[in-house]
């Protein structure tokens, strides 16, 4: 059964540095892999997805790293911002089957301090 | 698109009650999800749909949950009767084949007294 795990579970940071956020995966074989973003009291919102094929994914000032191998992906946020603050959650989709089932990690509660 | 769309947004009821959450996905999106996010498990997935067909209903908890989509633009999550043990914000999600990525609603906080 696969289980996603995001260590910490919350981070709090000064504006301007460079984030690392953390997602693993004990079940290599996997479709793609999200982060998605969620705002208090509001729905998820898709940031990057990476397919099982692809080692990286960029957008803007976000960059996803995957390594399937190990089991582990990494979401890297550069110069952080206020508005970044939100909860961050990862999820896998497994291969085969055909399922379109997401497994989601309990998320990382980023607070950037102005 | 206004996106998906999710009724009520907030639902206090007591146990025992019925409890209807409904769902409006975006429009050409032909797979529909219903998750459930707690603050002890998480996000889990309970039903999703491809084309108005339940495909895998294994993560609905008990027979007190139930799932409908009776076309391509209206879905429903019920709960009957409802327990303490529910309340917990109930997402609701839809793609289209053709993008990864399934697009959320904003949810629906239940409370169940």
């Known amino acids: 059964k696969q289980e996603v795990t995001q260590i910490p579970a919350a981070l709090s940071v000064p504006e301007g540095e460079n984030l690392v956020l953390n997602c693993s995966f004990t079940?290599?074989?996997?479709?793609?892999l999200q982060w998605f973003r969620q705002d208090p009291g509001k729905g998820l919102t898709s940031l990057l997805l990476?397919?099982?094929?692809?080692r990286e994914q960029t957008s803007g000032r976000l960059n996803a790293s995957l390594d399937k191998s190990s089991g582990r992906s990494t979401l890297y946020i550069a110069a952080s911002q206020p508005g970044d603050s939100a909860t961050y959650l990862c999820?896998?989709?497994?291969?085969?089957?055909?399922?379109?089932?997401?497994?989601f990690g309990k998320g990382m509660k980023l607070t950037v301090n102005p | 698109d206004a996106g998906v769309i999710q009724s009520p947004r907030h639902e206090v009821t007591e146990m025992g009650q019925e409890v209807t959450l409904r769902c409006k996905p975006i429009?050409?999106?032909?797979?529909l999800f219903w998750y459930r996010q707690t603050m002890m498990r998480g996000l889990e997935l309970l039903i999703y749909?491809?084309?108005?067909?339940?495909?895998?209903d294994s993560g609905m908890p008990e027979d007190r949950f139930s799932a409908k989509m009776p076309n391509a633009s209206f879905s429903t999550l019920k709960i009957q009767p409802s327990e303490p043990r529910d309340s917990a914000v109930y997402f609701c999600?839809?793609?289209?084949?053709?993008?990864?990525?399934?697009?959320f609603g904003p949810g629906t906080r239940l409370l169940v007294l």
């Open positions: 079940d290599s074989a996997i479709y793609n």
């Open positions: 990476i397919q099982s094929s692809q």
């Open positions: 429009s050409g999106h032909d797979y």
């Open positions: 749909f491809n084309n108005n067909v339940p495909i895998d």
């Open positions: 999820a896998v989709m497994d291969l085969g089957g055909g399922s379109e089932k997401l497994v």
């Open positions: 999600a839809s793609k289209t084949v053709l993008l990864g990525t399934q697009y």
